[in-house]
């Protein structure tokens, strides 16, 4: 994981019930699109110079680097959300920055908060964003609900 060279990035989110919390969160990192990989938890910076990309199919196991939030909730009709997003500086060389978020709110408040984050990120950093994308999920709790949001780094040998 160490080695390999991040030449792609791609975002992605869902929600899901589950029998017991882990459940929920596995289901909904399956709906998804990102349940059958090892997420290896990382902070918020995305390397200069990659392509973003809709999100591939990526070989069963493998240790993907990704910045990800997740909300659980028990209460039926409680109302979870989890959202990332991630900006992009005007000048390629530069690196970008991720965003996390989740909450027990709803997903319009989630992708707002993500927004402001980010735009306060780029002001400190002295940056002008070139682009911005959020991905959220939302999910009304039956009996236990997860949403899980999360932006991923790839490597070709990640891809199949």
Known sequence: ?????????????GHAEGSTPLNAFDNALLAAGIG???LVKISSIIP????????????????????????????????????VGYALPEDRTRSGVIMEYHDGS???????????MLEEAFRVRGETIRELKVFAAEHRVERIGCTVAAVTLLSEEDIL
């Open 36 to 38: 059958n990989i090892n």
């Open 48 to 83: 200069p110079d990659v392509d973003i990309v809709g999100l591939p199919r990526i070989k069963p196991g493998a240790l993907i680097p990704t910045a990800y939030a997740y909300s659980t909730g028990r209460r039926p009709g409680q109302v979870i959300s989890a959202a």
């Open 1 to 13: 994981m160490l080695g390999k060279k991040v030449t792609k990035v791609a975002a992605t989110a």
């Open 106 to 116: 709803s997903l319009g408040e989630a992708e707002r908060a993500i927004r402001q």
